[in-house]
């Protein structure tokens, strides 16, 4: 398969050219519907988080990167789909759902765009309405590097160590109204992705 080749030489481009460091890698489920979040700090992140995960990450990305032909065809390849980030549309949301059902992985960049300080304090609430939505668990991850790798408004690679520090996952409640649902899992991501910036929670190499 062509995706599955791609996605080897780019790994080993990533241990060689950063010398990628993923922690906690034991932590993402070998099987059934998950949703990835993580901090987003360059245009590279996806590929850098969607290349180092055996599974195959459908993110959302910005419908504006989806204009550029080139881009709409790697996009598109990679298994992204597009998101308007100031009103997501119903299509959108069906989009995402039919991966949660077929069991696959949904990847969301809660903070809405590139954020250079991740101080998390306004997370977008499509993640936890989709988690509560379908009941399905939220990994966190957090990649440290890439802002240098691919500083913004630049176009070539900086050979820069990588590391992508991986979380403990989140389960919805079960019980509450949808509302505070959202709530306790958007509370929880805030938690533990201000944990894994500050290196406190424990993770194990996986």
């Given at each position: ?90 299509q959108t949301i069906r989009t995402a759902l039919g991966y949660l059902d077929r069991g696959g992985v949904v990847g969301i960049f809660p903070e809405g ?94």
């Amino acid at each position: 398969m062509l995706y599955a080749f791609l996605k080897r030489l780019l790994r080993q481009f990533l241990a060689l050219y950063h010398r990628i460091e993923v922690i906690g890698l034991d932590r993402i489920p070998t099987n059934g519907a998950f949703i990835l979040v993580g901090n987003h700090v360059s245009y590279a992140d996806p590929f850098y988080i969607g290349a180092m995960i055996d599974r195959r990450v459908h993110f959302m990305a910005k419908q504006e990167a989806f204009k550029i032909s080139l881009f709409r065809w790697f996009l598109h390849f990679a298994g992204a789909f597009p998101v308007n980030r100031e009103k997501p549309e119903a299509q959108t949301i069906r989009t995402a759902l039919g991966y949660l059902d077929r069991g696959g992985v949904v990847g969301i960049f809660p903070e809405g765009g590139i954020r250079g300080d991740n101080h998390f304090e306004e997370l977008k609430q499509g993640a936890s309405y989709l988690a509560v939505k379908k009941n399905c668990l939220i990994i966190p991850v957090f990649i440290q590097g890439a802002e240098r790798a691919l500083p913004k408004g630049s176009f070539w690679l900086r050979p820069v160590k990588i590391t992508i520090k991986i979380g403990q996952a989140i389960t919805p409640p079960q019980s509450g109204t949808a509302k505070e649902k959202q709530k306790a899992v958007s509370l929880a991501m805030q938690r533990q992705l201000r944990l894994l910036k500050e290196g406190t929670q424990h993770v194990q190499t996986g």
